[in-house]
Nanobody, 124 residues
Framework: QVQLVESGGGLVQHGGSLRLSCAAS????????MGWFRQAPGKEREFVAA????????YYADSVKGRFTISRDNAKNTAYLQMDSLQPEDTAVYLC?????????????????WGRGTQVTVSS
């Protein structure tokens, strides 16, 4: 079992940056693909980015490609989401998730473990 805790959210101006962290419990963090998703009020959960076990394979939603970077540090049991050039439409609760597959997936229903999320608000 894996427990995930997100941090790093907050209020930022249009064009600003934030780095989200997802700290995982357990000794097998390196055996989980990690994903970031987001959910805005009244909207469905949306895929943002995902990374495989070793970090060599990454996927991004078209809406964040070139602005967001997902990474992981297996020695620290932590995944990250660096968010640059933030826009008001990026405002949402950001959640991290873990999946046992080596290859990351963009489908949220395939992830086994979820954090509670961290709020990101981008002002215009």
């Amino acid at each position: 079992q894996v427990q995930l805790v997100e941090s790093g959210g907050g209020l930022v101006q249009h064009g600003g940056s934030l780095r989200l962290s997802c700290a995982a419990s357990g000794r097998t963090f390196g055996s989980y693909s990690m994903g970031w998703f987001r959910q805005a009020p009244g909207k469905e959960r949306e895929f943002v980015a995902a990374i495989g076990w070793s970090g060599g394979r990454t996927y991004y939603a078209d809406s964040v490609k070139g602005r967001f970077t997902i990474s992981r540090d297996n020695a620290k049991n932590t995944a990250y989401l660096q968010m640059d050039s933030l826009q008001p439409e990026d405002t949402a609760v950001y959640l991290c998730a873990a999946d046992r597959r080596a290859t990351p997936t963009i489908q949220f229903h395939l992830y086994n473990y979820w954090g509670r999320g961290t709020q990101v608000t981008v002002s215009s």
